[in-house]
């Protein structure tokens, strides 16, 4: 669900959203799959506000589920990720923002915004690479 079909608050105001954004450094990492760091943002009304990062030292697809809910994740930010993990976050209600690149701040205030522009082209690194380019 992107930003700008958040569910309302009853009050009629946007719910506030939790969302994660895989982290090299200060851009945005390559690949979800392989991220050990995120930034954490909260939004609300379409502004964004840098949480406390998190790190996430075991990058098993299962365990990456849980780590996301236990940090009430509703959404990720990557440069690409496997289809596999995708459909596990997806099914159970994160959302997986895919083939984003740049610095995080900026994407974390596009995303909130609801003007984040996205590829979501499927990473098939574990499969055989159709050069989606995202792969590394």
């Known amino acids: ?20 954004i ?6 945005v990492a390559d690949h979800l ?35 996301f809910l236990r940090h009430d994740i509703d959404a990720v930010i ?14 159970n209600g994160i959302e997986v923002v895919r083939g984003v690149e740049g610095s995080v701040e900026e994407t ?3 995303y909130a915004a609801g003007t984040l522009e996205r590829a979501d082209i499927p990473c098939t690194l574990h499969d055989a690479c159709t050069g989606c380019g995202n792969c590394g």
């Open 78 to 91: 990557a440069g690409n990720s496997g289809a596999g993990l995708c459909a596990l976050l997806e099914k």
């Open 22 to 27: 895989a982290l090299d450094g200060e851009a």
């Open 108 to 110: 974390a205030r596009a």
């Open 33 to 67: 799959g392989r991220s050990i760091a995120f930034a954490v943002y909260e939004s609300e009304n379409g502004k964004a506000v840098r949480l406390d990062d998190i790190e996430n030292l075991l990058l098993a697809p299962g365990f990456m589920l849980v780590f």
């Open 1 to 20: 669900m992107s930003p700008d079909q958040q569910e309302q608050a009853r009050d009629g105001s946007a719910r506030r959203r939790r969302f994660a």
